[in-house]
């Protein structure tokens, strides 16, 4: 029987089984097939937080979920389509993100007797099999039977054959989606070259996966989903944290100066060690350090000598070097803190997402201790983030805190990425000399910018003090005075506060002008709110959409934009952050909607809310 063959506007699908059953690995290779055909997409990870959790466990389940469309998309889906389960555990966790009437594809060796108790199901309860999935499209196969018959010819242990089930569960998915193997064959050579076995079987079992789509009577229905309409040029699909890792890259090379990354692991952000210590060849160093002060003492210590110095961390991380950057703010020396939110506080949900350090890179230091504070809104945006963040830093003589969080550090979509000439150049000006008229080397006499001179270490006739301790205004002499400290710590405020004129004015993301409702957004929001707003819009409904890059100092016209409006809406996740500075900065009646949940905001619930905030007199 002829395949019958049906055209798709989207997808969304969640992988999703325990965490040895490679379903990152599974929703990361479809999701590059997918990146190459040209179609538009958006990944949503789902971590487990434990390490190891019990295998069949609720605690234990791994999903991957990946939304593609040949339309424009800015979010990974709200529901999915097609859920492929491993085993009882992950339906149980998943099921109630898939739409009614979608599919469920299923491990049937994953709802044995034992994977339902690991799952809570009541004795005798199989969801399989009680018709409790009658709204569902149920897909069966015993995808961990029909792998070992596939590799039976290999020497290879029951438990080493095993691990190549989520190869069999795409070949499937990329027959089912009329999709060419031949990348993820290549990937898998690439990565398994020196490991023949292990290569052939998951190779083998890749194709059985296909063929058992395309030989069994059971399905006859494909689907096709065509190429994205968007602006033309060469696209790559990239993850938020390389491509922040990128933006530091490009940074370093434009700027001309080395890069010097001292860090210290935790999730999420340890990708951009990762990442950064692959790339030498770009003057890059990297240190892993003992803690978290360390590695931003060394940080500090190569900006002090003539390095970009960089950190990254998450919020427990952040907590730990508030001190150190109290003394980068004392030095005015550039430094960039990337801090990739989690869920907290303390440990917190260490794999899930969170927008909750906003006051803490406010605020979060003793004494006044004022830091410029970005942030980056999506995946791609990381890399201009990044870019951005470094050229203040420099051109300003001051640390900078990059926010980013888990939901943007490890989702992924389509970048058009620049060239390098079309990148703004980063000027370093080295005091190398006394200027005309010094007699005597001053580490603080400044620029119209309020920015002291930046000396390296060393250079003849220009020595000078640093260290923790107030300094006397234009000297840098230590000082106690009290009228001095009161003026220099104006002085920091007002240097940042004047970078407001160095950066671009805050533009809508859409809508008009004036009118009843804006939507004001900072971080990975973005997506979500952008979807609702153009939804909102497309049905006659008066909203517009903004979305804070620079979010200390604010964009000069920002307040204008804030008052041409009846109500202001602020979604965030976390318990109202960036609300408190906006009524407190410029005196508007904002309105909160918030989530901390540890999962992004959905389309719909933020369509309900901006409703909500229309209809208040």
């Not at 795409?170 to 490991?195: A, P, Q, S």
């Not at 390098?420 to 910018?449: A, H, M």
């Not at 934009?561 to 318990?575: G, K, Q, S, T």
Request: glycine share 10%; charged share 25%.
């Amino acid at each position: 029987m002829a395949d019958q063959q049906e055209v798709l506007n989207e997808v969304v699908i969640k992988f999703a089984g325990d965490s040895g059953d490679g379903m990152q690995l599974t929703g990361s290779q479809f999701t590059n097939n997918t990146a190459m055909l040209g179609l538009d997409l958006a990944t949503f990870p789902d971590f487990p937080a434990e390490i190891r959790a019990p295998i069949g466990t609720l605690p234990g389940v791994s999903g991957f979920q990946l939304r593609f469309s040949s339309d424009r998309i800015f979010t990974p889906g709200d529901e999915c389509d097609v859920l492929v389960a491993m085993n009882a555990a992950a339906l149980k966790v998943n099921l109630k993100s898939l739409k009614k009437g979608g599919r469920i594809i299923a491990n049937t060796d994953g709802f044995d007797s034992k994977n339902l108790r690991l799952a809570n199901y009541p004795d005798g309860v199989n969801p399989l099999e009680d018709h409790s999935l009658d709204s569902y499209e149920v897909v069966t196969m015993d995808v961990t039977k029909m792998t070992r018959e596939a590799l039976k010819e290999i020497q290879m242990g029951t438990k080493e054959k095993d691990r190549a089930k989520n190869m069999f569960v795409l070949g499937f998915l990329y027959w089912m989606y009329n999709r060419d193997m031949d990348n993820t064959i290549t990937f898998l050579t690439e990565k398994f070259g020196k490991k023949p076995e292990i290569l052939e079987s998951n190779i083998k079992a890749l194709r059985s996966g296909y063929n058992y789509g395309d030989t069994t009577e059971t399905f006859t229905h494909r689907f096709i989903v065509e190429k994205a309409k968007m602006e033309p040029g060469t696209y790559r699909s990239i993850m938020g944290n390389q491509a922040l890792a990128y933006g530091l890259i490009a940074a370093g090379q434009k700027s001309g100066l080395p890069l010097f990354l001292g860090s210290y692991p935790i999730t999420p952000a340890s990708d951009i060690l990762h990442e950064l210590s692959r790339h030498k060849s770009f003057g890059i160093k990297t240190f892993q350090a003992e803690d978290e002060i360390a590695a931003i003492a060394s940080a500090i210590g190569a900006s002090y000598g003539g390095n970009f110095g960089l950190t990254t961390t998450s919020g427990p991380g952040m907590a730990l070097k508030g001190e150190a950057m109290g003394l980068a703010v004392m030095l005015e020396i550039p430094l960039l803190i990337v801090d990739v939110q989690r869920g907290g506080p303390s440990t917190g949900l260490p794999t899930k997402t969170e927008q909750s350090d906003l006051l803490q890179a406010y605020y979060g230091r003793n004494g006044e201790c004022p830091m410029p504070v970005i942030s980056a809104s999506t995946p791609s945006d990381c890399f201009e983030a990044a870019y951005e963040a470094v050229r203040i830093s420099i051109q300003h003589m001051t640390p900078v805190i990059l926010l980013s969080d888990g939901y943007i550090a490890n989702g992924a979509e389509p970048w058009k990425f620049p060239k390098s000439e079309d990148l703004k150049p980063i000027e370093v000006n080295f005091k190398t000399q006394l200027w005309e008229g010094e007699d005597k080397f001053q580490p603080y006499l400044r620029d119209e910018k309020l920015v002291r001179p930046w000396v390296i270490p060393g250079t003849a006739g220009l020595e000078h003090r640093i260290g923790g301790l107030e300094k006397q205004n234009i000297t840098g002499n230590i000082s106690y005075d009290p009228d001095n400290h009161q003026l220099m710590v104006k002085i920091r405020q007002e240097k940042v506060d004047k970078i407001a004129q160095h950066i671009p004015h805050q533009k809508l993301d859409s809508g008009d002008q004036k009118g009843k409702v804006l939507v004001l957004g900072w971080g990975s929001t973005y997506g979500a709110i952008k979807s609702a707003c153009v939804e909102l819009r497309a049905n006659g409904f008066p909203v517009s959409h903004a979305h804070l890059r620079y979010v200390r100092p604010f964009p000069e016209n920002l307040g204008d934009i804030l008052r041409n409006f009846d109500h202001v809406l602020i979604p965030e996740l976390n318990n109202g952050q960036l609300i408190k500075i906006i009524r407190d900065v410029y005196m508007v009646d904002a309105k909160g909607y918030n989530k901390i949940m540890g999962v992004p905001f959905t389309r719909h619930e933020l369509i309900d809310a901006i409703k909500a905030v229309a209809e208040e007199k």
